[in-house]
């Protein structure tokens, strides 16, 4: 099974900040990558597909890129609404497998 | 709008069942492939099940498998999780989750609002 590692596991910034976060898998994906903004008590926001993809609605600060085995997820000036946990998921034909999770805090 | 509400959840004993299910309206439902992902308290995403349109193929993470049974009805729009043997570590928050069409295939467009089940004595 293809594992997927985020890192890091904690950021911490202040409004207006750029931020990057990494996720890594266990062999290529090619871009079968997806991301996803989830706050306490509420059901994950997808964000990116694709590897690179914006989702419609979702505010252009947020990139994603990479590919093969690298990815990452930038937030190019945070606002207040993004802080939250950040997820990676990859997905093959048959699977789903999600990064461990990285939490964005207020500085 | 698209609308996917779960219900089942609850508290029940280790080695129990439960059933899970998800309304799902505002979209062509029979279309789509349909999963169910959980959330331990205060852990990360994993997936759990998935099947896809008109039931053809269904696939279960390795915890999961033998244990829980994933189906649909299309004629009622409605997506269900048969769980028995439940164990501690099936403790968690279970959504419901479309997946994406399209260019946008394997990705999670929507979710549901989730259901909390908790196994314990």
């Known amino acids: 099974d293809i594992q997927m590692t985020q890192s890091p596991s904690t950021l911490s910034a202040s409004v207006g900040d750029r931020v990057t976060i990494t996720c890594r898998a266990s062999?290529?994906?090619?871009?079968?990558l997806a991301w996803y903004q989830q706050k306490p008590g509420k059901a994950p926001k997808l964000l990116i597909y694709k590897a690179s993809s914006l989702e419609s609605g979702v505010p252009s600060r947020f990139s994603g890129s990479g590919s093969g085995t690298e990815f990452t997820l930038t937030i190019s000036s945070l606002q207040p609404d993004d802080f939250a946990t950040y997820y990676c998921q990859h997905y093959n034909s048959y699977s789903y497998s999600f990064g461990q999770g990285t939490k964005l805090e207020i500085k | 709008e698209v609308q996917l509400v779960e219900s089942g959840g609850g508290l029940v004993k280790p080695g129990g069942s439960l059933r899970l299910s998800c309304a799902a309206s505002g979209f062509t439902f029979s279309s789509d492939r349909m999963n169910w992902v959980r959330q331990a308290p205060g852990k990360g995403l994993e997936w759990v099940s998935s099947?896809?349109?008109?039931?053809?193929?269904?696939y279960y993470s390795d915890s999961v498998k033998g244990r829980f049974t994933i189906s649909r009805d299309d004629a009622k729009n409605s997506l269900y999780l048969h769980m028995n043997s439940l164990r501690a570590e099936d403790t968690a928050v279970y959504y419901c989750?479309?997946?994406?069409?399209?260019?946008?295939?394997?990705?999670?467009?929507?979710w549901g609002q989730g259901t909390l089940v908790t196994v314990s004595s």
């Open positions: 099947i896809t349109s008109g039931g053809s193929y269904i």
């Open positions: 062999q290529s994906i090619s871009i079968w």
């Open positions: 989750a479309r997946e994406s069409r399209g260019v946008r295939s394997g990705s999670l467009d929507y």
